[in-house]
């Protein structure tokens, strides 16, 4: 069984067959998923989703589909659309019994569609948001280490997951130190994935998750294909390959770092 704890199932490019898909996901083993947001638009349909794959009671999911879960907040790239009222949205969003973190939020220096001190802004104010409802926070992190960590230096209090974790085991380590987690992709199967596969090799295996990010990051063979959560297999077999186990044992653990980081029952 395996719990793919960073996908976007909100995407477009799942419009002509999602429903399909979430039936053959639970048939494949695929039992928990959760949905990423990044903008309001996203978080709702998210929310959306979370409802319909359930039963009549909310605490029941469908037998016939994995247990959808909600990570709702505003991508860095998206923060220059943030008003005053965003976090007022937000706050509300978060009320859903589905929702069990904030994110994915952080600062993503790579393509700079955001000015850098509102990204930086917005960060803030999100980690402010996590810690006043007491949920754990999805962060993204690319070409910004040290703005990131000096950011997440004043909430070293909360609960954190930096999701594809891109950097190297030094970096990794003063993560880990605090108490956070590291959770990968596909990108571990890449030929220069070295970086990665240091840190997986190194790192506590308590604090290790599984995701696709899909409908990016595809594993090899499918590189360059939309990803989904059938392809966790793969990262896990890789993840397996550098920790010297099985991969039953790595997507045993995994689901159980992901049920408690994320307070799943």
């Known amino acids: 069984m395996y719990f793919d704890t960073h996908a976007h199932y909100n995407d477009k490019r799942y419009n002509d067959d999602r ?13 928990h998923v959760l949905n990423v947001s990044y903008s309001i638009s996203s978080a709702k349909y998210s929310l959306e989703m979370a409802d319909k794959y359930r039963h009549a009671d909310l605490n029941q999911q469908s037998d016939k589909h994995p247990s959808i879960y909600v990570s709702v907040g505003v991508h860095p790239h998206d923060a220059k659309t943030m008003t005053d009222d965003t976090i007022t949205q937000l706050k509300d969003l978060l009320k859903h019994p589905r929702v069990v973190a904030v994110g994915e939020i952080g600062l993503d220096y790579h393509y700079d569609y955001s000015p850098r001190d509102v990204q930086r802004e917005r960060f803030r104010e999100q980690l402010e948001l996590a810690r006043s409802v007491n949920l754990p926070a999805v962060i993204h992190m690319r070409d910004a280490t040290e703005d990131t960590l000096q950011i997440m230096n004043d909430f070293r209090d909360l609960s954190c997951v930096f999701h594809c974790f891109p950097g190297s085991w030094e970096t990794a380590k003063t993560i880990l130190d605090i108490g956070w987690y590291l959770s990968f992709t596909g990108v571990v199967t890449f030929k220069n ?24 990051m595809a594993p090899e063979p499918f590189r360059g294909k939309r990803c989904s959560s059938l392809y966790l297999p793969y990262i896990a077999e890789k993840i397996a390959e550098v920790r010297g186990t099985s991969v039953e044992e790595i997507a045993r653990v995994t689901m159980e770092n992901g049920k408690r980081f994320f307070r799943i029952v």
């Open 193 to 216: 994935a070295r970086r990665a596969l240091e840190v997986i090799e190194k790192m506590p295996i308590d604090r290790l998750m599984l995701e696709t990010d899909c409908p990016y």
């Open 19 to 31: 429903d399909e898909l979430m039936t053959v996901l639970k048939a494949a083993g695929i039992t």
